[in-house]
């Protein structure tokens, strides 16, 4: 993609800090979703097997004619398949039509989230999970499962965005050297309308979503909204070619909610 940066994880891979989230896109409008989004550049598409439309992200990449090995996909471990991670793998591989995927998170924590862990360990190794991780941990989970294992998530996907961009969570991912992924980097759209996301923009001549997911890039955090709008699914894209500056970095990040 070009004009977004890349973050190195602590395996050694490099993910695209920028992508497409399709959360809630229906699993009918899915593969055209992705098709569209490919053909436009994203090469990051994050995906669960929660979202029930793991089979559209497939297709939409075959579809698009963008080689598999061009585009870093991400799934994430239903809640109720903690006991058997390995089965919930294979079974989202046959969806998604690919033999493995870039990523692999535990979704949210569960009650057996070491032996979890260890057989995503396992996947890895496999080459059937090129990474793995977690999302929606505290920080005390994402120790446990270190200290019990000394293998580090390569991410941790959380809920961030200026107004909570959850600093103290940040800084202990790099001190671990965990790369943070921040979803709902619009609030689900709604800060789209904030008066200082409106008037950054009005600066730097771009759109209130552009300036706020350029924010995440410039501060280090992976994003990938969701749309299912072709126009809008280029208005994002957009972001690669948004330049902010110190003073306007620090007008979004007065947007944090006081605690
Ligand atoms: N790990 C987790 O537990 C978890 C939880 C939630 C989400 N996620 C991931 O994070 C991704 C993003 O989060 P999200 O979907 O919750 O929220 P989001 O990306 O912050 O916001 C999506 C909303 O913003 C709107 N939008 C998108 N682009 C816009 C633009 N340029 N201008 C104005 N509005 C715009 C979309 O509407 P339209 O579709 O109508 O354009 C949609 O309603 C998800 O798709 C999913 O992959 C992970």
Known sequence: MDGIPLTTLNDGRSVPRFGLGVYHVPPADTARVVRTALELGYRHVDTAQGYGNEAGVGQGLRESGVPREDVWITTKLDDGRHGDPRAA?????????????????????????????????????????????????????????????????????????????????????????????????????RLTTHPTARRVADRVGATPAQVLLRWHLDRGLIAFPKTTSAARLAENLGVAHVRLTPRDLRAIDRMRRRP
């Open 89 to 189: 793998l294979a079974e989202s591989l046959e969806r998604l039509g690919t033999d493995h995927v870039d990523l692999f998170l535990i979704h949210r924590p569960g009650d057996r989230d070491v032996a979890t862990w260890r057989t995503l360990i396992d996947l890895r190794d496999a080459g059937s999970a090129r990474s793995i991780g977690v999302s929606n941990f505290s920080r005390r989970g994402v120790r446990v499962l270190i200290e019990a294992t000394g293998v580090v998530p390569a991410v941790h996907q959380i809920r961030a965005n200026p107004r909570t961009p959850h600093r103290a969570m940040q800084a202990f991912h790099r001190r671990h050297g965990i790369a943070t992924e921040a979803w709902g980097p619009l609030r689900e759209g």
